[in-house]
DNA sequence: CGCATATTTGAATTCTTTCAATCAACGTGG
DNA sequence: CCACGTTGATTGAAAGAATTCAAATATGCG
């Protein structure tokens, strides 16, 4: 079974052998997990390694000085902070860990082995973040125009989608351990407004959402409902032709 | 006087008369204009060159399939569409133009030239996505969590701000050629909506805006208003160290 | 001057938030 | 095993924010 990591990379192009092992072994595990709550990289942190989600989900986000908090993207296992990190001399926004989180680093040394003498593996990275960059973009349409229920139906959907293609998901369902209150800061509104729009996603039979696990009995309605057009993903094998194999 | 270009990349760091004349050669400048409302590319245009915009204002947009329009980032003169666009193979938003608009060309091979034989303009050129992808972020936090007033006001700054950077202020005045419409899609809120909030901001004095002409009185009083904090652009001289001269 | 584009206004409606309580689930310690 | 505290979910009612629709003004340009 691969890690999310090297199985989110095949969603761009076929991978050897090689390029796997190459890629593992870029990556070196921290020792103890990070719980729940905690920061993952702090906001203002020096840069000194880019943190990989080997298992769990986290989140970035930003405060306003008043105290808001918006959360910019979620961060699922096998997802990569911004690689060219290193060119800031400190984080703009923090990390934080959603659920306890196994993190993994890649040096500046090994990254820069990476990227000059793996030209796939390469590809696979900017694809990476490519893909990170469409998804914030996405999202900014999102709060700028969809409705309340759209947005949520777009943001289950999305995570569904990730989640599908790093092999999480079981059948119709798949793990989503976000509080309402989280949702809220995902979506922009308030929790009591989540809860509303949820209630009335279930009452439409969207959804089903209990027990830190979500449901979508037909994903193609859910779709629908929140104008969900995965092509923003880039989930297509664009680099296939650089496939080894 | 410098080109824009080069103006907003010595934000980054100092560049040598070398890597200037090195950067300005490998931008090739299209023929004519492109006039103001036409696209500089198209979504799903395959990406053949990463455009630069030489003179003038333009805005990555994406549309909802009911024809819901966001705004997701505006370009000002001496802005580079994304780097790495090569990777994908289409485009998955449209970058208009909102005035007509030089707009230079990097090929492929110029691009791969500058990345791998000089170290400070690459260093540069991902500074500048950098900060491309901590506006987006920004825009996120504020369609979020910022309220109609603030978020005006926040856009503003940022304009001003970036403008600022390329030399092209006047005193407490910069151009400002988005309509209330323009600035709806940018905001994220209808265009009757946009009309009232600029009114309240302006019986507060915080901004006048006639004849596509921004002035803001008192910046510092603005950016209150707006949350506005500069460190998310980084015109910090982060790369100082690399520096020439 | 006259058309096309952009801004402004009013009133009614809809969407969201806020505030304050209540309810449910869960783990801990006694 | 149960009381208790904590966190998360739910509810109601009222206030506030933003949209919609339609019409009236302005402004700019040929």
Chains 1, 2 share one sequence.
């Not at 996603?201 to 309605?221: K, S, W």
């Amino acid at each position: 079974m691969a890690s999310p990591f090297v199985r989110k990379l095949r969603a761009f192009t076929n991978l050897s052998q090689d390029d796997e092992r190459i890629l593992l072994g870029a990556v070196k595990e921290q020792g103890r997990p990070i719980r729940a709550g905690q920061d993952v990289i702090s906001v203002s942190d020096p840069v000194t390694a880019i943190p990989v989600f080997l298992s769990g989900w986290g989140y970035r986000y930003r405060y306003l000085r008043d105290g808001r908090r918006q959360i910019l993207a979620l961060m699922l296992p096998g997802d990569i902070c911004d690689l060219g990190i290193f060119v800031l001399d400190q984080m703009d926004h923090s990390v934080g860990a959603l659920t306890d989180v196994k993190v993994g680093e890649i040096s500046p040394e090994g990254y820069a082995t990476l990227m000059d003498a793996h030209p796939r593996i390469r590809e696979s990275l900017w694809w990476e973040q490519l893909v990170a960059s469409s998804i914030q973009r996405e999202w900014t349409l999102s709060l700028g125009q969809r409705s309340a229920l759209e947005r949520l139906a777009h943001v289950f959907c999305e995570v569904f989608s990730r989640l599908e293609i790093v092999g999480m998901t079981n059948g119709e369902s798949c793990d989503f351990p976000l509080t309402q209150s989280d949702l809220s800061e995902v979506a922009g509104m308030s929790p009591v407004h989540v809860n509303r729009t949820l209630q009335a996603m279930r009452a439409d039979g969207l959804i089903r959402l209990e027990g830190r696990v979500l449901t979508i009995p037909d994903f193609e309605e859910l779709a629908q409902a929140g104008l969900f057009d995965r092509a923003y993903l880039h989930f297509d094998h664009v680099g296939a032709h650089l496939g080894a194999n």
